[in-house]
């Protein structure tokens, strides 16, 4: 394609190297490639719900347990239970992940919008074979983000520095840009969650018991920030929940942890944006 200068498979797939982003992304819509999507994760989000639900009506651990919550809701004067669907949430900011990389042989410059920048410097320099005080970072001011440039994979600065190793680390300074559909469709999600909930009130129309069923992904399993998971309980997940600021006699949240194939990450407000801000309840009564 006119205006392409290298095709160059790396780690994270494959990238075309032009002169323009136009004659980059007509490089690379051309392109055919196979892909290995053994380990991809093939069930749809409809069933990934189904099965959140079925989960929701299973043992599951406990972040939090004063009282005996079911015993005051089955008591109550007054039952309330409402159940809630969470989607998977892109970050979507203004301005799709980029960078710029200046890799040679013995140094890495980064220009980007930078929220990471000890954990990125360490992994750049990984990636490129380097020394963390051989690689430099130029923090610009970012089109948005919500967390997305601050993931411990450092994903887009690995994927710009491998680009720049794979098209031959000489200096040439190489700007690595993501189009709005990567940005949607490769990028990493808050989780989606279902929640649970069933009160009870007494005939003063006090609470008297609450019981909070929470399923979903665990955003810092198998990350530095594993260090938040207490016997088995993501605090993370339940935040919000767990820590509800209403005088409530009896309180029972639970939370069962799922594993998808689905790479998530905190995304603004972290695990508050299900737990305090729910969207419209799926059925009450």
Request: some cysteine.
């Amino acid at each position: 394609m006119p205006g392409v200068v290298k095709v160059v498979q790396v780690p994270r797939g494959v990238a075309v190297v032009a002169k323009s982003f136009w004659a980059a992304k007509q490089g690379r819509d051309a392109l055919t490639v196979e892909w290995d999507d053994s380990k991809a994760e093939k069930r749809s989000s409809v069933a990934l719900m189904d099965e959140y639900r079925r989960l929701a009506d299973q043992p599951a651990l406990s972040a939090r347990k004063d009282g005996d919550a079911v015993q005051a809701i089955k008591d109550a004067k007054r039952k309330v239970s409402a159940s809630y669907e969470f989607p998977y949430l892109a970050h979507a900011p203004m301005e799709p992940l980029d960078a710029v990389i200046k890799l040679s042989a013995n140094s890495c410059e980064i220009w980007a919008g930078d929220q990471f920048q000890t954990i990125d410097q360490a992994n750049a320099a990984h990636t490129a074979g380097l020394e963390p005080q051989q690689v430099s970072i130029h923090t610009l001011y970012a089109g948005g983000s919500f967390g997305r440039r601050a993931n411990p994979g450092s994903d887009y600065i690995v994927e710009a520095v491998s680009i720049a190793k794979a098209f031959g680390a000489d200096g040439t300074p190489i700007k690595f840009q993501w189009t709005r559909e990567d940005d949607i469709h490769g990028g990493l999600y808050r989780p989606m969650y279902f929640h649970k909930l069933e009160a009870g009130l007494n005939a003063e129309g006090q609470l008297s018991g609450w019981r909070h069923v929470i399923v979903g992904q665990s955003i810092v399993a198998g990350t530095p920030f594993a260090g938040l998971i207490k016997d088995g309980i993501d605090g993370t997940s339940v935040e919000g929940a767990a820590n509800i600021a209403y005088a409530i006699p009896n309180v029972a949240v639970d939370l069962s942890t799922t594993t998808t194939g689905v790479p998530v990450l905190w995304w603004r407000v972290v695990g508050s944006s299900h737990t305090t801000m729910p969207s419209k309840p799926l059925s009450m009564r």
